[in-house]
C-alpha cells in the first residue's frame, strides 16, 4: 500500500483558498487518491477521489500532475465550519480496497 | 448518499465486561465492511475487514480473540470489545462499502458517526 505525507498542520482565514499537498511516491498503476474530511468525534467523511488530471466537485478540487506522486486537495474561500482533519488515502478500488490512512492535516481556519 | 450508522454511539462500561457495537448500512448492502480505532489526537487505525459470511481479517497486532467481529448479513456487522479494560477505551468507526469486484471502479468507503468507548 502507498504511504502518504502531508504536512501535520495548516492554518487559513475565512475567505481564502486552502491548498493541501498529499505526496504518495509509491503509488501503483491501479490506485486512486482519495481525500476524507473529519471533525472531532465523527466519522470521516468522503471530500473528492479521483485517478489523474483535475477533477472538481461543490466542495474542493482534485489536482493530480501526470506522475501522480503528489496530488492537492484545494478548497475554495474556506469557512470556519472548515476547521477539520483532512487525510489524503491511496488504495485500490474494486475488491481490494483496505484504506490506510496516514496522519492527516489538521486545519484550523481563524475569523 | 450511502449512510451507515453505528450503535450505541456512545458507552460506559464497568472493567471486565464485553461491549458490543453495531454497524449498518442503511440504503445498501455491504458485502465488506471495516473497523478503526482513533485514540484522542491520532488518526485512524485498521483493525479489521469484516466479510459477509466469512471470518473477519484482522491486522497485525489485533487481538482476534479480543475484538470479535461478526458480519452475518449484508447490512450489519458487530464488533465486540470482550473483557474490555480501561486502555480500551477510544472512539469506534466502522466504514462500509459494496464489493463489485471491478478494478476501475470509484473507491469510496461509507463511515458510520463513530462509537465512544469508556472503560471505568
Known amino acids: 500500500l502507498a504511504k502518504t505525507t502531508q504536512p501535520i498542520s495548516m492554518d487559513s482565514y475565512e475567505g481564502q483558498e486552502v491548498n493541501i499537498t498529499c505526496s504518495h511516491n509509491n503509488i501503483a498503476t491501479n490506485d486512486y487518491i482519495t481525500w476524507y474530511q473529519q471533525f472531532p468525534s465523527q466519522g470521516p467523511r468522503f471530500i473528492i477521489q479521483?485517478?489523474?488530471t483535475k477533477v472538481t466537485n461543490e466542495v474542493a478540487s482534485l489536482f493530480i500532475p501526470a506522475d501522480r506522486k503528489s496530488s492537492t486537495l484545494s478548497l475554495p474561500r474556506v469557512s470556519l465550519s472548515d476547521t477539520a482533519v483532512y487525510y489524503c488515502?491511496?488504495?485500490?478500488?474494486?475488491?481490494?480496497?483496505?484504506?490506510?490512512f496516514g496522519a492527516g492535516t489538521r486545519l484550523a481556519v481563524h475569523p | 448518499g450511502a449512510v451507515v450508522s453505528q450503535h450505541p454511539s456512545w458507552v460506559i462500561c464497568k472493567s471486565g465486561t464485553s461491549v458490543k457495537i453495531e454497524c449498518r448500512s442503511l440504503?445498501?448492502?455491504?458485502?465488506?465492511m471495516f473497523w478503526y480505532r482513533q485514540f484522542p489526537k491520532q488518526s485512524l487505525m485498521l483493525m479489521a475487514t469484516?466479510?459477509?459470511?466469512?471470518?473477519?481479517?484482522?491486522e497485525q497486532g489485533v487481538e482476534k480473540d479480543k475484538f470479535l467481529i461478526n458480519h452475518a448479513s449484508l447490512t450489519l456487522s458487530t464488533l465486540t470489545v470482550t473483557s474490555a479494560h480501561p486502555e480500551d477505551s477510544s472512539f469506534y468507526i466502522c466504514?462500509?462499502?459494496?464489493?463489485?469486484?471491478?478494478?476501475?471502479?470509484?473507491?469510496?468507503?461509507?463511515f458510520g458517526p463513530g462509537t465512544r468507548l469508556t472503560v471505568l
Open positions: 469484516s466479510n459477509e459470511g466469512s471470518k473477519a481479517t484482522y
Open positions: 440504503d445498501f448492502q455491504a458485502t465488506t
Open positions: 488515502l491511496v488504495g485500490l478500488s474494486g475488491g481490494y480496497n483496505k484504506l490506510i
Open positions: 466504514s462500509a462499502r459494496t464489493g463489485t469486484g471491478n478494478l476501475y471502479v470509484d473507491n469510496e468507503q461509507f
Open positions: 479521483g485517478y489523474k
